[in-house]
């Protein structure tokens, strides 16, 4: 684990120096954060397309190590779920998730049965539900056995070049619209714009900091840990490809870059922040052995998964308690409802 909190560290390596204003922090997010984020994504992506539609076979090591690193690209830009990602619902394309109701097995299992001639363009499979479009799709027609039947094998290797081409074309889209439209409307604000301050910019992404922090600790560990008396493994992200606590960590290091530019001009507060990501990311670095979060079902693994969960609820406690202020966020706003 400790090989890949040092790559995305690398990836997401802060550089924004002390005494930064309003306007020049949104600055070097966007150009160290956000942009350089996006413009991966939709590199992996492309990747991932040209890879499937050469070797489309689930157990193809090509296809799943192209999966894997535009995956971990989606995940470490996952936080910015607003403006260009809701345009289309370009984030729920990419990532339908948490499926409380399973219904991407379900809508998958009905385009094989039904051998849906969606699959065959671009802009039909754009018109399929979020349920069957995306990374979560994928892994399972990837990495489940109940979707790779070689009596099924024809219908499903051009649904997984479908759910490729769909996947690369949104992230280009997003890229495109961050890169040609959305980030100067951050960098400048008007009354016209989204934003009407630079402090207005830095509250939404200080919104997005501590909801994905929510994300990390109430859903993608508090899912699966399940009551005390009752677990859920099953419910763990991404647990058929082995990739739960990749997007913890993942996920962790992408904030701790924006929480590092988002307190920038604060020494102590830096200091404070980082103390608190090392903390966090040495909890998951101690769950290397348990990489699907399977532990939850067994008292000392609860224990280790539950440690790492209070850790990140301390990184987002202190966020609200003082990054918030300085950025003129009221601590305790409730940030899945975007408050």
């Known amino acids: 684990m400790r090989y890949l909190i040092t790559a ?15 306007g020049e922090k949104a600055e070097a997010i966007l150009d160290q954060h956000v942009l350089p984020g996006m413009r991966l994504l939709a590199e992996r992506t492309a990747d991932l397309d040209a890879t499937a539609q050469v070797d489309c076979a689930p157990k193809s090591e090509d296809l799943r190590a192209a999966y894997g690193a535009a995956f971990d690209a989606w995940i470490s830009v996952s936080h910015l779920r607003f403006g260009p990602a809701e345009t289309d619902t370009r984030g729920f394309a990419l990532a339908f998730w948490p499926d409380t109701r399973s ?82 409307k951050m960098r400048h604000p008007s009354a016209e714009g989204p934003y009407q301050s630079e402090e207005e910019v830095l509250q939404e992404f200080f919104k997005a900091l501590v909801t994905d922090l929510e994300v990390d600790a109430d859903m993608r560990l508090g899912r699966p840990m399940g009551q005390i008396d009752k677990p859920r493994p099953t419910r763990a992200e991404v647990r058929r490809s082995g990739r739960s606590l990749r997007h913890v960590v993942l996920s962790l290091t992408a904030l701790r870059q924006l929480s590092d530019l988002l307190s920038a001009d604060d020494a102590g507060l830096s200091t404070r922040m980082d103390k608190d990501f090392d903390y966090a990311l040495s909890r998951a670095d101690k769950l290397s052995d348990d990489p699907a979060l399977a532990g939850v079902a067994t008292p000392q693994g609860r224990i280790r998964i539950e440690s790492l969960q209070q850790a990140i609820r301390a990184v987002r406690a202190d966020a609200n308690q003082f990054m918030g202020p300085t950025l003129g966020v009221a601590a305790g706003f409730n940030s899945l409802d975007g408050d």
């Open 103 to 184: 219904m991407t097995p379900k809508t998958l299992r009905a385009m094989i049965a039904a051998a849906d001639p969606a699959v065959d363009t671009p802009e039909s499979f754009a018109t399929v539900s979020v349920a069957g479009r995306g990374f979560y799709a994928l892994e399972y027609l990837l990495y489940d056995p109940a979707f790779t039947s070689d009596e099924t094998a024809d219908y499903s290797c051009r649904l997984v070049r479908a759910i490729a081409v769909d996947i690369a074309r949104n992230a280009a889209a997003l890229e495109a619209d961050w890169r040609q439209s959305y980030a100067d």
């Open 8 to 22: 995305a560290v690398t990836l997401f390596a802060a550089l924004a120096g002390p005494g930064a204003r309003a």
